[in-house]
DNA sequence: ATGATAACGAGACGTACAGTATCGAAATCG
DNA sequence: CGATTTCGATACTGTACGTCTCGTTATCAT
């Protein structure tokens, strides 16, 4: 979405008349979204609101987004995913990154937002497009954590690593959004292991 | 004694004075919610849309619910939920009670105001008051057939009993809502199998 | 019966916000 | 320069909220 704009040229795109498009507005604008996600959350956070934090006028917020799901969408693609980690097996690996990202939603508007668009999506078929690509992109480190446990011979061949992957997110979403827990850090290993139980014994899955 | 004429009396409260308020629109004002639930969504439902549709002036609305989170919440509360089944086998169990109310998710507006009330309660702890015994009951059923699942000794006694049924339910959860998939019956056999594989070798949990 | 009380459907009212349109000023082009 | 487009600001229309007031109706106490 966000085009290359401030500065001179544009690109390799022919160089447009008029004025250009100030990165400066573009950037207060979303992080002003951001702030106020996390200070009101999605439901109660206006157009208007963005525009007086980010010292914009409400056009230039129209110009770049058609409504305020866009705009959060953007800003949503800003916020820490999963951070692909290391360790040399697959069950540290996994807790190092849900650790990592459980604390992730302390510290920004995850929290608010995550559920918010997906509860948005599920009445806004037109939402899923912009959004998927963004969540499935959130989701690769943890996709490659499970193939690198392939490669090692910790998961047998031919597991279905995608139905693996939500087996092991599972629980931590059910908690953290739909019984609105608080995931103590301690809590992290146990999980992971009771999922991997599952995993480590399934050849095929089917049955 | 008196025969209670259209409103009726007030069970064992003490008769207060005026005109009783009408079940009649009380009921009205729950189905328009659903309905409209069902047609428009979460977000897009209006009071005054829900007035329209029952019938029913706004106050008689704003009477009896504070605003159009709690309305939704109880007519949430109508919405079926699991619904204990006994086969004879947890997995037997556990498949049956996921098929049915997959079934349910394609038939009742519940794929949309689930992740609506949570989205919500996200930055709305007041909500949580009153969803979250709505949510314990519909999530009872689940519990028991994992009870039973210790008693035949298909589950080792001690384990956490409250993260399996989160381990069930996870990965559905997670496609549902996260991913806007549609889960296919025959997906279920799979996914109760891998999460039960890791709760029937979890004694305690920390291996 | 009669009066007090409270809920009824309808809708007017003020507020808030969405999204569009218009202003003069400023930035960049040819 | 002059054409063009964005800028911040703000006026505007439309929709929905939540409150309030109509005249009416049902129920209780007397």
Not at 126 to 142: F, S, T, W
Not at 151 to 159: C, V
């Given at each position: 979405m966000g085009a290359e704009a401030g500065g001179g040229l544009r690109g390799g795109e022919a160089a447009a008349a008029g004025r250009p498009r100030s990165e400066e507005a573009h950037r207060a604008i979303l992080d002003a979204t951001l702030e106020l996600l996390l200070e009101v959350g999605f439901s109660a956070l206006t157009v208007e609101g963005v525009a007086g934090r980010a010292g914009v006028g409400k056009a230039t917020i129209y110009r770049r987004w058609t409504s305020k799901l866009p705009l959060v969408v953007e800003a949503f693609g800003l916020l820490p995913a999963f951070e692909d980690v290391d360790t040399g097996t697959l069950a540290g690996d996994l807790k190092a990154m849900l650790t990592r990202y459980l604390?992730?939603?302390?510290?920004?508007?995850?929290?608010?937002?995550?559920?918010?668009?997906?509860?948005?999506?599920?009445?806004?078929?037109?939402?899923?497009?912009?959004?998927?690509?963004?969540?499935?992109?959130?989701?690769?480190?943890?996709?490659?954590?499970?193939?690198?446990?392939?490669?090692?011979?910790?998961?047998?061949?031919?597991?279905?690593?995608?139905?693996?992957?939500?087996?092991?997110?599972?629980?931590?979403?059910?908690?953290?959004?739909?019984?609105?827990?608080?995931?103590?850090?301690?809590?992290?290993?146990?999980?992971?292991?009771?999922?991997?139980?599952?995993?480590?014994?399934?050849?095929?899955?089917?049955?």
């Open positions: 604390e992730d939603f302390l510290s920004t508007p995850l929290a608010t937002v995550y559920p918010s668009l997906v509860a948005e999506r599920a009445h806004n078929p037109e939402l899923g497009l912009v959004l998927d690509p963004v969540l499935k992109g959130r989701r690769r480190p943890l996709e490659a954590a499970l193939e690198r446990g392939v490669a090692r011979g910790e998961i047998a061949p031919g597991t279905d690593l995608d139905l693996a992957a939500d087996l092991i997110v599972g629980p931590i979403a059910v908690r953290l959004f739909f019984r609105g827990m608080k995931i103590h850090p301690s809590l992290v290993d146990p999980m992971v292991d009771l999922a991997l139980g599952g995993i480590r014994r399934a050849p095929r899955g089917t049955e």
